[in-house]
Nanobody, 122 residues
Framework: QVQLVESGGGLVQPGGSLRLSCAASGIFVSTYEMAWYRQAPGKQRELVAS???????FYLPDVKGRFTISRDNAKNTVFLRMNSLKPEDTAVYYCNAILRSGGFVPRDYDYWGQGTQVTVSS
């Protein structure tokens, strides 16, 4: 059974930091493209950061320079370190894993965690 379990969310003051963790089971994070999404109330879910199996990264322009996505293959865990947090970062953050079709993979595989709440407020 594939599971992605997020942790590390909570309440933090503006300018503070948090590190989110996504612990995977049933898949290897080294094989998948891993990503963090977030969804704020009344807003569409948006891609925050991603990292490919080769290590290439992408960041939402609003978080570039403040957030860092990383992967620990030995722990089968993906992290999102968030610095200089702003109130507009408040959202539920979701871990996502994608294995794209090709070769012996007949279709895309797409898995999601349950989400962890991040609230940035004074």
């Amino acid at each position: 059974q594939v599971q992605l379990v997020e942790s590390g969310g909570g309440l933090v003051q503006p300018g503070g930091s948090l590190r989110l963790s996504c612990a995977a089971s049933g898949i290897f994070v080294s094989t998948y493209e891993m990503a963090w999404y977030r969804q704020a109330p009344g807003k569409q879910r948006e891609l925050v950061a991603s990292i490919t199996s080769l290590g290439s990264t992408f960041y939402l322009p609003d978080v570039k320079g403040r957030f860092t996505i990383s992967r620990d293959n030995a722990k089968n865990t993906v992290f999102l370190r968030m610095n200089s947090l702003k109130p507009e970062d408040t959202a539920v953050y979701y871990c996502n894993a994608i294995l794209r079709s090709g070769g012996f993979v007949p279709r895309d595989y797409d898995y999601w965690g349950q989400g962890t709440q991040v609230t940035v407020s004074s």
